[in-house]
């Protein structure tokens, strides 16, 4: 009995550990994001290098597909070079757009958390990908475009994404539902390659490409429908 409560008192000290740690690790991790996006282009120049550099080592870490790393690495390649591009429009630099886009990747992957936790792992809940992602389900899934969508009205009401509320609506929903296709893509390539996270470079969340994957489809796609209706 003694025994057992002291393993119970042990597993619970664990879980509160990593809760702590990945506390910490996700705050600073959003700091040096918001730091790169918002105070110095050669900070920010800096920070998505090391990003662009991280990502690819991560690739060519788990997994050995001469394909898979091809493909990946173009992908990578291709994002960072938006991201300069985003952020460097007309000669200056302003990553206010970017952080927009990342407010709304990261509000979708809270609500996809939070309501996918409270509704989405009940008995007889849909489950989204369950051959690639058991744990993703369609309350997730609604839950992560709702949060994605009104973090966009907010952002429009405190004037950093100056287009028409239509116009954020389906932009963030678009981000949304692009940013989980990047998500469920990179869950096919750990699963292929039987890893669980892509790297341990953040404490308590994985590797870069962990915390990137929606954002390698999210960011292209959002950039595109900006330019079909000439909102770039």
């Known amino acids: 009995m003694i025994w057992k ?6 597993s619970k000290l664990m879980k509160m550990n990593k809760v702590i740690l ?16 918002l105070l110095n282009r050669f900070l920010f120049a800096t920070l998505f290098t090391f990003v662009a550099a991280g990502m690819i080592w991560e690739v060519f870490s788990i997994s050995k597909s001469k394909s898979d790393r091809l493909l990946w690495t173009l992908a990578i390649l291709f994002f960072i070079a938006l991201i300069f591009l985003l952020a460097f429009r007309h000669g200056e630099f302003s990553g206010k757009l970017l952080l927009c886009l990342f407010i709304m990747i990261w509000s ?4 996809a958390f939070c309501i996918g936790s409270l509704l989405g792992q009940k008995a007889g809940s ?11 389900s369609w309350a997730g899934f609604w839950g992560g475009m709702a949060f994605s969508i009104i973090a966009s009205l907010i952002l429009h009401y405190f004037g950093l994404l100056s287009f028409q509320p239509l116009h954020c609506i389906a932009f ?5 539902c692009l940013g989980v296709c990047g998500d469920l893509l990179e869950s096919k390539l750990k699963r ?10 953040i404490p ?19 950039c595109l429908y900006l330019l079909i209706f000439n909102l770039l």
């Open 5 to 10: 409560l002291f393993l119970d008192q042990r």
């Open 22 to 37: 990945r506390s910490i690790s996700g705050t600073v991790f959003v700091l040096v994001m918001l730091a790169g996006l």
């Open 108 to 111: 979708s992957d809270v609500g």
């Open 126 to 136: 849909h489950k989204l990908a369950p051959t690639i992602s058991p744990n993703k």
């Open 172 to 176: 963030a929903a678009i981000v949304h």
């Open 192 to 201: 292929k390659c039987g890893v669980k996270d892509s790297s341990n470079l």
């Open 204 to 222: 308590g969340h994985g590797g870069l490409l962990d915390r990137f994957d929606s954002s390698l489809a999210a960011i292209p796609g959002g």
